[in-house]
């Protein structure tokens, strides 16, 4: 018998929340609340992650008013600011690399899958 760990709404959205900001995403970015729902989102549902531009940043540009590209701007401007000032060894945990090293930053669709990943591991929401 399989027993799953029941994560309310807002203990997910805290959890997301917290790693986040672990990863050097700063709250006051626009790309924070949508790299946020973008995680909760794909956490839900982890086939949104094959399709993040056919669904996922056309889902959130309705949810938040705005339009697709303003969505995926606003995505990669929060995660090169955290590639740039974040935890390196947490990086390199998620990753496989970090920002010290050659290597450039994650793609938007590679952060926020091995974010929601990370997340439906931990809270076992598989």
Same mark, same amino acid.
């Given at each position: ?9 807002? +203990?997910? +959205? !805290?959890?997301? $929340?917290? #790693? &986040?900001? +672990? ?17 909760? &989102?794909?956490?839900?549902? &982890? ?40 935890? $390196?060894?947490? #990086? +390199? !945990?998620? #990753? ?31």
């Amino acid at each position: 018998m399989v027993q799953e760990n029941m994560v309310s709404g807002q +203990e997910l +959205e !805290q959890a997301i $929340s917290c #790693f &986040m900001l +672990e990863l050097g995403i700063p709250a006051h970015l626009r790309g924070y609340q949508y790299l946020r729902s973008a995680v909760e &989102m794909c956490t839900k549902d &982890m086939e949104l992650v094959g399709s993040v531009t056919k669904l996922l940043y056309p889902d959130l540009a309705k949810l938040y008013k705005t339009t697709d590209q303003k969505i995926e701007r606003a995505i990669r401007n929060a995660i090169e600011v955290s590639w740039e000032r974040g935890n $390196s060894a947490l #990086f +390199e !945990q998620l #990753f496989g690399y970090c920002n010290s090293n050659e290597y450039s930053r994650p793609t938007n669709s590679e952060y926020i899958a091995t974010v929601a990943d990370y997340i439906r591991l931990k809270y076992g929401l598989l």
